[in-house]
């Protein structure tokens, strides 16, 4: 039982270096969402899709590019990678995006992510 | 500004006995409030739920309470387990905007 898959774990980039975080899911969720997390400050939304072929922003989506080509697939590009976004991205996929009492968002085990 | 708000960065309780996590909003339009549990090197996972109509919603060990006046939530672990041991966020929502989640609180469980 997969459930939603991040690859890589771990990556080092020097700055201005792109790169592309793959999340894949198996339970047929329309909704997806790529977070990141740091210090202090929680988990921020950077972009989210409502299915396949749509993706929207949210609360931080500079520097971030999305792509939701398969439903099964959300991909977050970091075109020119800078020190800044050195962080812990998360994604994560929902049924629905407000049938929280029984469809909560579930999550990938992360991507540690440093910018040098 | 920071919406969703968990004043307390840790937390430690002794084995078997209660612990209360609280959570503190300021947008009176959120209408939704869930509760995730994170180890490390894993994801967050859901826990508990409770909707703006409700002021409990209980699962097991697991409670939480809702004070909507006060802008207040809380989750009570009784009781607590090694295994609780864990950072927990809450998040909220209402409408069609997506999760706000707070900064977490990391409990620690003393056996």
């Known amino acids: 039982n997969a459930g939603v898959t991040q690859t890589p774990k771990f990556r080092v980039l020097k700055t201005g270096q792109s790169m592309t975080l793959l999340c894949a899911q198996d339970?047929?969720?329309?909704?997806m969402y790529w977070y990141r997390q740091d210090p202090g400050m929680g988990l921020r939304l950077i972009h989210y899709?409502?299915?396949?072929?749509?993706?929207a922003k949210g609360e931080v989506p500079d520097g971030y590019n999305v792509s939701r080509l398969k439903k099964q697939n959300f991909l977050l590009g970091l075109e020119s990678a800078a020190p800044s976004q050195t962080s812990v991205y998360f994604c994560a996929s929902s049924y629905q995006d407000r049938d929280y009492s029984n469809q909560p968002q579930h999550f990938g085990d992360g991507t540690r992510l440093s910018i040098l | 500004d920071q919406q969703v708000k968990q004043n307390s960065p840790s937390l430690s309780v002794q084995e078997g006995r209660i612990s209360i996590l609280n959570c503190d909003y300021t947008n009176s339009m959120f209408d939704y409030f869930l509760w995730y549990k994170k180890y490390p090197a894993e994801g967050p996972t859901f826990l508990i739920s409770i909707s703006s109509i409700k002021d409990k919603n209980e699962d097991g060990r697991f409670t939480v309470f809702l004070n909507k006046s006060a802008k207040h939530l809380s989750l009570h672990i009784v009781p607590s387990q090694p295994g609780d041991s864990a950072v927990y966020f809450c998040?909220?929502?209402?409408?069609?905007?997506?999760?706000?989640f707070g900064t977490g609180t990391r409990l620690t469980i003393i056996p």
């Open positions: 899709s409502v299915g396949e072929g749509t993706t």
């Open positions: 998040a909220a929502a209402f409408g069609n905007e997506k999760l706000t």
């Open positions: 339970m047929n969720h329309e909704y």
